[in-house]
């Protein structure tokens, strides 16, 4: 044995340090190392299992850090990590610090790490032999915010330098602003960043199993789970009410136990951690009074060591202040080591429980003083700077514990106070001292506050001054990289941790939405509490129609345009409670909306309808006429059924005569009440019911055509008689028997109605044009429609009638043989340069739609029919072979491919003759020159004509006059 142990020592301390002597000395220090109240072991057997953890995780880059709020169970995660690296079947070697283990003047861990090993080979060394063997060095700091001094950029940069250089890597557990502080001063791409949020709602209640008590309702840390869980040990059957109540039972227990050791004295010693395996408290040996008196005596020392830590520092307790509320030469500060209320920290002492420290700091703290001090107030920001910000906790509990025992009311003057700290800070040293203070202590007072609602009005100011803030920066996730410590933490996850009520929830995200950029958080979560109850959100989410302003980030679009979006997107989730909500809210963005579903949820709509026909409130009865006739060109199945019981509630309210119309133009559509209802419903439209329209008697036409034929003629005789709306119906309805027109390719009677209408009026021929294009596309046209609507003699119209049928026919569509046949047969007699001229520019606009054949062989019509528009004849115009000229090169000018087409005309096919601009183009495109600029420089450049002048004979010879200059 004496041999082994003296090789052991070489390993350690001779020149020859292996793997061995690495593990063996990681494997010391860890084992006398204090992790907060206890040992690593102990610590990482408090471990919960959770997503966000570093479950078996192995640090990969230089530096690893792992943000949580106190009591959220970083040093657990710590210790379960080094416990499984240094048990495995290949150990790898860790070292523990805490941040008390730095000292001023360290400028990396490695002086820590050094003195921690208390070895004859420097942390360097161990480090060279472990990446040898291929197992890297780890070394853990847990609590960075209790170094002697604050741990700045310089150190960060500097630790980073030496990780690199050692191969050594770092995994820190801070608090979240402490990680603020350090970030900026760290490299990105050499960091992996954990956070640990609050626990879910399954694992906190595995959590509260484990401990034996039930789980509180919010989001319970692992620390206040596992103090329940000591109470509960030690017999306090009721779950305290809130934290506060939680850390007072707690408090007491330890000082209770405390006060016991030191009545007991020396020599009944208890072991340490005994109350955590349910070993119950020792008999008294002495009157249970003493033991009462004690345990006040020691909780009135332990206030006023929380008091004391308030002072200048990083929080701790110094080695005489220590000794003087806990002597030890009366055992109290054995006692108050053993329950492990305090720790041993470097050069003092601090409170085990981080969170519990805040608390009892909390207590003694001077809020009006401390707020004067953090907001600079005096205008003194460079003392705000000087507080360590991981102080921030003490502050925190201090609001709660202020609103706690004051009320919501009075805690709300305090946060209005903080909120003008924050408006007011705009300098970036403002942002960095005061602002940031007012930023954090701002948000942990409205979590903290015991009803959140009653800072309704702050919090509507704050979720404005958010959107205004973000709009010009391009969103909210821009806002918090420019402001991380300002405006930037009130993001989502602040506004999800509120306890609110959802009416005051969503009212608050109506605002925030407009701060959405890209990243749409905002919206997100609104979206998510429509999913998470959706009988509740949607009356809520139809409010947000009346809001008419603009989203910064989307260009066109409103607030009310995210709430029909919401409820269009998420309508699945309770469909017919969508329905009901919009028509409540009688908006015309819920009109619209329900317009919507008519096409994409006709069943749910059509049950509406059926409802709403019943109800005895007169407003449903006309939303469900409304909306029936909306529905009912997209109900089928059970739809048709319900439709028409709705129709027949209608049709039979006596009192309500407006509403007939609906039901007429229902009941008409439906082919087994069609017969009965149809005389009816022919009036109704004659008379012009606003509700029975000519697409409600659209299905009428394939059973009863030539009877609502004359009530289309009828009433297309009035004024605003709908014309279009008729002729498109027409133009989609199918004839009797077919597509198509009647025996031998005849004209239907639809069409022949479409030519009374324009020998009636000519003013409608756009429209009648426009009829036959839509018989075209789809196919139904015949070759006796274009003689039926414009005569057997086109020439006898009017010019803007050929005109609007021209331009039909020459724009490439479907349908092409007939409507090249019509468009010849319109040409074959036009000479009119008004409507030549049109139909030129819309043939050279289609370009490379038509065939160059067929393009060639309109424009030679075009060409030949102005030619012959001879001087003093029918057509003639003054100046026609010219505009004819002008026209095709400007056409060509403006459109490459018509102009790629003049230039290419084949010799054969007979180019149009034109005029001087069209054989200056031509003449620049032998040249070489796209024929498109060819064409504009053709009709820039003007044409000159050589004139002869007129012979003199005599008299006396006149100069000629020179151009004149300035503006005489």
């Known amino acids: 044995m004496a041999g082994i142990d003296q090789h052991l020592r070489d390993a350690l301390d001779g020149p020859a340090l292996d793997l061995g002597g690495v593990l063996e000395l990681s494997s010391r220090q860890l084992a006398a190392a204090s992790a907060g109240p206890g040992r690593i072991v102990e610590l990482a057997a408090d471990r919960v299992e959770r997503p966000d953890g570093l479950a078996g995780e192995e640090p990969q880059l230089p530096l690893t850090v792992l943000v949580g709020e106190p009591g959220s169970g970083r040093s657990s995660e710590l210790a379960a990590l080094a416990v499984r690296r240094a048990a495995g079947a290949r150990p790898l070697p860790t070292l523990w610090l805490r941040g008390a283990d730095l000292r001023t003047g360290d400028r990396t861990p490695e002086q820590a790490a050094d003195r921690a090993l208390d070895a004859a080979h420097p942390v360097s060394a161990v480090a060279r032999v472990a990446g040898a063997a291929g197992r890297p060095l780890l070394i853990v700091l847990d609590g960075p915010e209790e170094a002697a001094t604050v741990l700045d950029r310089a150190w960060h940069r500097e630790t980073l330098q030496w990780l690199r250089e050692t191969g050594v890597r770092l995994l820190v557990a801070c608090r979240p602003e402490s990680w603020e502080q350090y970030a900026p001063g760290v490299d990105p791409a050499a960091v992996q960043l954990h956070r640990l949020g609050p626990l879910r709602a399954q694992t906190a209640q595995l959590v509260a199993l484990r401990y034996g008590v039930p789980c509180p309702a919010g989001e319970p840390d692992p620390l206040a789970l596992r103090l329940a869980g000591e109470l509960a040990a030690a017999g306090v059957a009721q779950p305290a009410a809130n934290r506060s109540e939680l850390y007072a039972g707690v408090l007491d227990l330890y000082c209770l136990r405390i006060a016991q050791r030191i009545a007991d004295g020396p020599a009944h010693p208890r072991r340490p951690s005994a109350h955590r395996r349910g070993a119950p408290l020792p008999s008294a040996r002495s009157c249970a009074g003493q033991v009462r008196r004690l345990a006040a005596a020691v909780a009135g020392r332990v206030h006023e060591a929380a008091r004391r830590m308030l002072g200048p520092g ?40 981080e969170e519990l420290a805040d608390w009892l700091q909390g207590q003694h703290l001077d809020l009006d003083a401390a707020l004067r001090l953090l907001l600079a107030e005096d205008g003194q920001s460079a003392a ?182 919401l409820l269009y997107a998420h309508r699945a989730l309770a469909v017919d409670e969508l329905t009901e909500e919009l028509v409540a809210a009688a908006h015309p963005r819920a009109d619209a909306l329900l317009a919507v579903l008519a096409v994409e949820e006709p069943s749910a709509l059509c049950r509406a309808v059926d409802r709403w026909s019943h109800d005895p409130r007169p407003e449903r009865h006309v939303a469900a006429a409304v909306h029936a006739v909306r529905v009912a060109p997209y109900a089928s199945g059970a739809g048709v059924l319900l439709l028409r019981h709705a129709a027949r509630a209608l049709l039979g309210r006596e009192d309500e005569p407006g509403l007939h119309g609906a039901a007429l133009a229902l009941l008409v559509r439906d082919p087994r009440t069609r017969a009965r209802q149809l005389p009816a419903a022919l009036a109704a439209y004659r008379a012009d019911d606003p509700f029975v329209t000519a ?267 020179g151009p004149a200059h300035g503006t005489l």
Do not use: K
């Open 695 to 961: 697409e409600a008697l659209g299905p009428a036409l394939a059973t009863d055509r030539e009877e609502v034929l004359t009530a289309f003629e009828a009433r297309l005789s009035a004024p605003g008689g709908g014309v279009a709306r008729v002729l498109r119906l027409l133009a989609e309805a199918d004839a009797p028997g077919g597509r198509g027109g009647g025996p031998a390719g005849l004209p239907d009677a639809g069409t022949r109605l479409a030519g009374r209408l324009l020998r009636e009026r000519p003013e409608r021929a756009e429209l009648v044009a426009e009829y036959l294009a839509h018989r075209l596309a789809r196919g139904s046209a015949v070759q006796g429609d274009l003689t039926a609507l414009l005569g057997p003699r086109p020439a006898d119209r009017p010019a803007s009638v050929r005109r609007a049928f021209a331009l039909v026919l020459v724009a490439p569509a479907a349908g092409e043989g007939l409507r090249e046949e019509f468009l010849d047969r319109l040409l074959a007699t036009e000479h009119d340069p008004a409507v030549l001229e049109p139909v030129l520019e819309r043939l050279a606009l289609a370009g490379a739609a038509h065939r160059p054949e067929r393009a060639r062989a309109v424009v030679r019509r075009i060409a030949d029919a102005w030619e012959r528009t001879e001087p003093g004849g029918p057509g003639h115009r003054p100046g026609g072979a010219d505009r004819l000229d002008a026209a095709l090169v400007r056409c060509a000018g403006r459109t490459a491919g018509f102009a790629l087409l003049l230039a290419d005309w084949p010799a054969e096919a007979l180019p149009p003759a034109g005029g001087p601009l069209l054989a200056r183009m031509r003449e620049l495109v032998a040249q070489g020159r796209d024929p498109q600029y060819a064409a504009a420089q053709a009709e820039r450049d003007p044409v000159r004509r050589t004139v002869a002048p007129p012979s003199i004979t005599a008299g006396v010879p006149v100069p000629e006059r």
């Open 314 to 353: 990083q929080g701790a307790l110094g080695l005489s202040a220590f000794a003087e509320l806990f002597p030890p030469e009366a055992g109290w500060a054995q006692a108050v080591l053993a329950e492990r209320l305090f720790v041993v920290a470097g050069g003092g002492y601090r409170l085990a429980h």
């Open 384 to 565: 705000a700077r000087a507080v360590p910000r991981h102080r921030a906790g003490a502050v925190t509990l201090a609001l709660r514990t202020f609103g706690e025992t004051r009320g919501a009311s009075a805690l709300d003057g305090l946060l209005w106070r903080i909120w003008r700290a924050l408006e007011g800070s705009t300098s970036s040293a403002e942002a960095d001292g005061a602002g940031w203070w007012a930023a954090r202590l701002l948000a942990a007072g409205l979590r903290a506050g015991p009803d959140p609602a009653a800072h309704r009005e702050l919090l509507e100011r704050l979720a404005e001054r958010i959107a205004e803030q973000a709009a010009p920066v391009g969103g909210f996730a821009r806002l918090r990289d420019g402001q991380p410590g300002g405006l930037g933490r009130f993001g989502p996850a602040f506004w999800t941790a509120l306890p609110l009520d959802l009416p005051d929830r969503l009212e608050l995200l109506r605002r925030l939405v407009r701060a959405d950029g890209p990243e749409q958080g905002f919206l997100a979560l609104a979206a998510e509490q429509l999913r998470a109850d959706p009988q509740a959100a949607l009356p809520l989410f139809c409010r947000w129609f009346a809001d008419g302003r603009g989203l910064p980030g989307r260009s066109g679009a409103g607030v009310a345009d995210l709430a029909q979006e």
